[in-house]
């Protein structure tokens, strides 16, 4: 059974940074598209980033692109969203998803983690 595990949210200003992190257990990380999704309160679960099995290919919804970055570590099982420029309508719960191929759509992923807090205060 694969399993998830988000850390580095956190409260921060606004302008500022945070790094996620996503790690896997339970199957081969490499097998996996790996998808960031975020819930702000009271809102829809939105699409936040993906990223291909080799690293080599993202994308990133309009509302964080340029501010985002994507990553994956296959050796460390590990994925990451580092988030600059943080605005306090990035408040959110930020889930990571493992699916089996990229895209956008969370009924599309297979296993998600229990999700970490981000709070940007203005």
């Known amino acids: 059974q694969v399993q998830l595990v988000e850390s580095g949210g956190g409260l921060v200003q606004a302008g500022g940074s945070l790094k996620l992190s996503c790690a896997a257990s339970g199957d081969t990380f490499s097998n996996y598209v790996v998808g960031w999704f975020r819930r702000a309160p009271g809102k829809e679960r939105e699409f936040v980033a993906h990223?291909?099995?080799?690293?080599?290919?993202?994308y990133y919804a309009d509302s964080v692109k340029g501010r985002c970055t994507i990553s994956r570590d296959n050796a460390k099982n590990t994925a990451y969203l580092q988030m600059n420029s943080l605005k306090p309508e990035d408040t959110a719960v930020y889930y990571c998803a493992l699916g089996a191929r990229p895209t956008a759509t969370p009924r599309n992923y297979d296993y998600w983690g229990q999700g970490t807090q981000v709070t940007v205060s203005s």
């Open positions: 990223i291909g099995w080799y690293g080599s290919r993202t």
